[in-house]
């Protein structure tokens, strides 16, 4: 399946360890809106990279945030 660039997403996060990765992928893997999701945990914007059709930017923050996690659209 290729990977159409113009349905990821990119946004900065606080993610900033492991548990809070787990914290947040019992709602994204869940979401079967989501094609795909990673984050990198390394960089210093913890970048949360995620794959949809659907799901509007607003949407997605509202997801995270609500897990008490910053998220901010990165451009």
């Known amino acids: ?3 159409d660039f113009n349905n990821i997403l990119i946004f900065g996060t606080n993610i900033k360890t492991e548990r809070d990765k787990e914290t947040i992928s019992k709602i994204l ?5 989501i094609d795909q999701w990673n984050i990198d ?3 210093i914007d913890s970048v949360l990279r995620i794959e949809t059709k659907t799901l509007t ?11 008490d996690f910053k998220c901010f659209e990165l451009s």
Do not use: A, F, H, R
Request: proline share 5%; hydrophobic share 30%.
């Open 1 to 3: 399946m290729e990977t």
């Open 29 to 33: 893997n869940t979401n079967s809106e």
């Open 41 to 43: 945990l390394e960089d």
């Open 57 to 67: 930017i607003p949407e997605i923050i509202k997801m995270i945030t609500e897990q």
